[in-house]
């Protein structure tokens, strides 16, 4: 019950060598379902956008691939997927 209190307690605020690992897993179970929504919406030329909940920072790839004349911002309650988003 410890070990999965502490992935829970991982998977919403990401720390250490462990969020690290939590953030990378998290990147890989969401990338289809983001490129699907990505797909399915239209963007106007040059948007801004924010990315709240950035994690390891792929759908903030995604988002500025779509659209590299825009801005994107991205962020994040902690402070360990800032860092790996950047």
């Given at each position: 019950m410890k070990l999965l209190q502490?992935?829970?307690?991982?998977?919403?605020?990401?720390?250490?060598?462990?969020?690290s690992y939590m953030l990378k897993i998290m990147n890989v179970a969401h990338l289809g379902i983001n490129k699907w929504a990505l797909e399915n919406i239209q963007m106007v030329e040059e948007a801004v956008i924010l990315d709240i909940g950035c994690g390891c920072g792929k759908t903030v790839q995604l988002l500025f691939n779509m659209n590299a004349n825009g801005t994107v911002y991205d962020i994040d309650c902690a402070e360990q997927a800032v860092k790996e988003s950047i």
């Amino acid at each position: 019950m410890k070990l999965l209190q502490s992935l829970i307690d991982q998977a919403k605020n990401p720390r250490g060598r462990l969020g690290s690992y939590m953030l990378k897993i998290m990147n890989v179970a969401h990338l289809g379902i983001n490129k699907w929504a990505l797909e399915n919406i239209q963007m106007v030329e040059e948007a801004v956008i924010l990315d709240i909940g950035c994690g390891c920072g792929k759908t903030v790839q995604l988002l500025f691939n779509m659209n590299a004349n825009g801005t994107v911002y991205d962020i994040d309650c902690a402070e360990q997927a800032v860092k790996e988003s950047i």
